[in-house]
């Protein structure tokens, strides 16, 4: 399944309604729109959170960005990500053009 980064950014108004059972939701959500989490991790700089997501694809993964943010108001940007071996072959075809 492709794989996916979400960015998300807090606000004043979704920082104060962050809880273990709103991330349970959230999981909820993800899983839901036939997602798997791969890793959830709060960060300091210029994303608050940092999710790495598998979706069938790029549909489910961008309404399930949607919904976290109609959840929790938080925004996500959100990526798809290839592995270096992938992006490496992918380079290779373009020097073939």
């Not at 998300?8 to 997602?35: D, F, M, P, W």
Request: glycine share 6%; hydrophobic share 40%.
């Amino acid at each position: 399944m492709p794989i996916f980064m979400m960015f998300g950014k807090y606000n004043q108004e979704s920082l104060k309604h962050a809880s273990e059972q709103r991330t349970k939701k959230a999981v909820k959500i993800i899983e839901k729109n036939g997602g798997k989490v791969i890793s959830m991790f709060a960060v300091m700089g210029e994303h608050d959170l940092v999710f790495t997501l598998e979706f069938p694809g790029l549909e489910d993964a961008l309404s399930t960005s949607m919904a976290l943010n109609k959840l929790t108001g938080i925004s996500f940007s959100t990526s798809p990500v290839v592995d270096v071996e992938q992006f490496d072959r992918l380079i290779s075809k373009i020097d073939k053009m």
